[in-house]
């Protein structure tokens, strides 16, 4: 019998992610739309995040406009963290589905319970239905 965590994970509707975008397609992406050149770009985010990091260290937050708040954070064994929150305008816009052109995998399964991907592993894998 299968664990119902398996057959959601293989069934639930997700994301494929693209490849990642590093610094240096990133600062040539924003010299091509900018003034600025993508040496001046790459300093700009290497100084950004020196900024970020000595805020932080002094216990305030910081919001990027249009990005999100880094929150400096603590658990209870004391091991510092921080929060990134998203900007809710980011939030929004890419919520805008028709404006995703990325891939969803299992995008048929969009809307559905969790019984209803139960109940669909079961039919697609007869010998190996999910535990109840």
Same mark, same amino acid.
């Given at each position: 019998?299968?664990?119902?965590? %398996?057959a959601?994970?293989a069934?639930r =509707?997700?994301?494929?992610?693209?490849?990642?975008? !590093? $610094?240096?397609?990133?600062? $040539?992406?924003?010299?091509e739309?900018?003034?600025?050149s993508?040496? @001046?770009? &790459?300093?700009a985010l290497?100084?950004?995040?020196?900024?970020?990091?000595d805020?932080?260290l002094?216990?305030?937050?910081?919001?990027?406009?249009?990005l999100g708040?880094? &929150?400096?954070?603590? +658990?209870? %064994?004391?091991e510092? &963290?921080?929060?990134?929150l =998203?900007d =809710?305008?980011?939030l929004?816009?890419i919520? @805008?589905?028709?404006?995703?052109?990325?891939?969803?995998v299992?995008?048929? +399964?969009?809307?559905?319970? #969790?019984?209803e991907?139960?109940?669909?592993? !079961? #039919?697609?894998?007869p010998?190996?239905p999910?535990? &109840?």
């Amino acid at each position: 019998m299968a664990k119902r965590i %398996k057959a959601l994970s293989a069934l639930r =509707p997700r994301l494929k992610r693209a490849g990642r975008v !590093d $610094q240096a397609l990133l600062a $040539q992406y924003v010299a091509e739309r900018s003034n600025l050149s993508k040496a @001046d770009v &790459t300093h700009a985010l290497l100084e950004l995040s020196a900024a970020i990091e000595d805020f932080v260290l002094l216990g305030h937050s910081v919001r990027l406009a249009g990005l999100g708040l880094i &929150t400096p954070s603590m +658990n209870t %064994k004391g091991e510092f &963290t921080i929060r990134i929150l =998203p900007d =809710p305008h980011l939030l929004r816009a890419i919520n @805008d589905r028709r404006r995703f052109n990325g891939k969803i995998v299992n995008a048929a +399964n969009l809307g559905k319970s #969790s019984d209803e991907l139960a109940a669909q592993w !079961d #039919s697609l894998h007869p010998d190996d239905p999910v535990e &109840t």
